[in-house]
């Protein structure tokens, strides 16, 4: 079985950014995703891509997938199910074939948490949105609401006032949890309603685009957009497999170098701790970064 220099779990802005760097690098990368271009495909509308504004968000991965494609990247559409530890590297299963790489990176990103009610997946893009930076300035003029109490709920309502006409935030319990800062900050806002004990029971539609929000306290409103921000999952069972450190919430610990707690083990993106802001644009950077330390310590070895 031939070995690899770094094989790529994930392909999103991390996973892309790390092949085609690697590549330049001239190492011997391969990337491995069950889908190219992950999470990304679907954000309605990307603003934050310096040079690209207004980009969709599956029109900016298609860019990063054909410029990988230059430099005759293999890009293997397929889910990794097992990753383990052999001698000199590590062994990878991906759709029942076998890998062989000296080291890894993990770039596999996390999921957004759902609710789970009626109308949630049929309008996920359509007027849901888990990403307020990525789509709250679409919605200017609008009525919007934020699901959740915490910390990212609390921000998301700052950053959506500034473009809605009303935002209300809807969170289970008396208060919202989030830092006393971003408390005060929600309760000065004009335009903004907290809904406290309250669940969403249902989002309605018209067939093409969110029109109301039904609450399981019997309240429906007129809505344009949702974006609910109620936490998210790391996608971190194949690192943890390789006794790679994490965080509280489950996010892999890294340094400033992409480098985890396991000697030949990267990792990159929204998967790691190493910044909040989780964007294209940094874990781009990151995937970037990762695919050099690769590269140094590769030479060192050699």
């Known amino acids: 079985m031939d070995s690899h220099d770094l094989i790529v779990i994930g392909g999103g802005a991390a996973g892309l950014g790390a092949a085609l760097y690697a590549a330049r690098f001239r190492l011997n990368v391969i990337a491995l995703a069950k889908e190219f271009g992950g999470t990304g495909n679907i954000a309605h509308r990307v603003d934050n891509w310096i040079g690209e504004p207004g980009i969709s968000g599956f029109d900016l991965m298609q860019k990063f997938i054909e410029h990988v494609k230059q430099y005759d990247v293999p890009m293997i559409q397929a889910e990794v199910t097992a990753v383990s530890k052999v001698d000199g590297g590590f062994e990878i ?10 080291m890894i990176l993990f770039s596999n990103g996390m999921m957004h948490r759902k609710l789970g009610v009626p109308g949630e997946e049929e309008y996920a893009g359509r007027g849901v949105h888990y990403c307020y930076t ?62 406290a004990m309250s669940n969403v029971a249902e989002i309605i539609g018209d067939g ?22 109620i936490g998210h999952l790391p996608l971190n069972k194949l690192a943890l497999g390789l006794g790679v450190e994490t965080d509280k919430k489950g996010f892999i610990k890294v340094n400033n170098k992409q480098e985890t707690s ?41």
């Open 93 to 102: 299963v991906a759709s029942e074939k076998s890998y062989r790489t000296k």
């Open 134 to 195: 990525c789509d709250g300035p679409l919605y200017r003029g609008k009525r919007l609401a934020v699901i959740g109490g915490s910390d990212a709920a609390a921000l998301g309502t700052v950053f959506l006032s500034e473009y809605a006409t009303q935002v209300h935030a809807v969170f289970r319990r008396e208060r919202l949890t989030a830092e006393p800062v971003s408390v005060e900050q929600v309760a000065k806002l004009k335009n903004v309603e907290l809904l």
């Open 208 to 229: 093409s685009k969110v029109t109301q929000l039904k609450l399981d306290t019997g309240r429906v409103f007129d809505i344009d957009g949702i974006f609910i921000e």
């Open 262 to 302: 396991v000697p030949g083990v990267l990792a990159a993106g929204d998967i790691t701790n190493a910044t909040e802001l989780k964007q294209f644009i940094t874990s781009a950077a990151e995937g970037s970064i990762a695919a050099q330390t690769a590269y140094h310590t590769l030479s060192r070895e050699r």
